[in-house]
């Protein structure tokens, strides 16, 4: 076992260690538009959901040698965004848009990504997305001395195909999400294992 005090980490290697830690990721594949209405796509796997009530998620987005990416910069400057989730079948295209290209080039245009436009959002989805959330920003929080945004947005809209949705649950075996591990390696759901209810107690064994 190696003890490792976090104070004497650098940024990179705390990264190295966080990024292997914190998994299987999802991936939110962002889709923002700048000022000048150009659409931006890339994913991001510091991801999760963070309230139900109004639906709310969060996204980590680092920065580029101190300068904002395109997606920060984007959100700030219109203040919404859509995540688009990853399934096992868009690992390339998704890949691929994480390529940095220079600020104002659309990834969607550059990868051939059919765009749906969205009901509450100026940003538009992805089609092949099988669900995809429409959010506005709620706030943004500066994290750190690296430093990082936690980008917060209110879920205004989700969009879910048919398939995916029973009795108002997803269904996760025809899902098929995609997880993210370290760099370039991503994993699919394994086995699914089934554990009973622990919401009301059971019987109690006898002493
Ligand atoms: C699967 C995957 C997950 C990623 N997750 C993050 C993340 O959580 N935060 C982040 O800042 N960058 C993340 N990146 C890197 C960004 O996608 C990359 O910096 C991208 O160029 C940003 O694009 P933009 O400048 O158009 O916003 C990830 C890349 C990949 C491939």
Redesign the pocket.
Known sequence: MQSIEARNLSAARAYALLVGIVVP?P?AW?T?IDSQGRV????????TFVCNKPPMIA????R?GGEE????R?LRATGSFVVNV?TEDLVAP??E?????P?GAS?PELLSLELVPSQRVRPPRIARSPIALECVLERIIELGQAP?ALVIGEVVVFHIANELLTDGRIDVRRFRPLA?LGGPL?ARLGEIITMPSVGTPGPRTPR
């Open positions: 990721r991936i962002i923002s931006n796509a890339a994913p991001f796997s510091c991801y996204v980590n987005i680092g580029r990416k395109d997606t920060e984007n990853v998704m890949h848009s994480s390529r940095e290209y600020a990834e990082s993210r991503y």
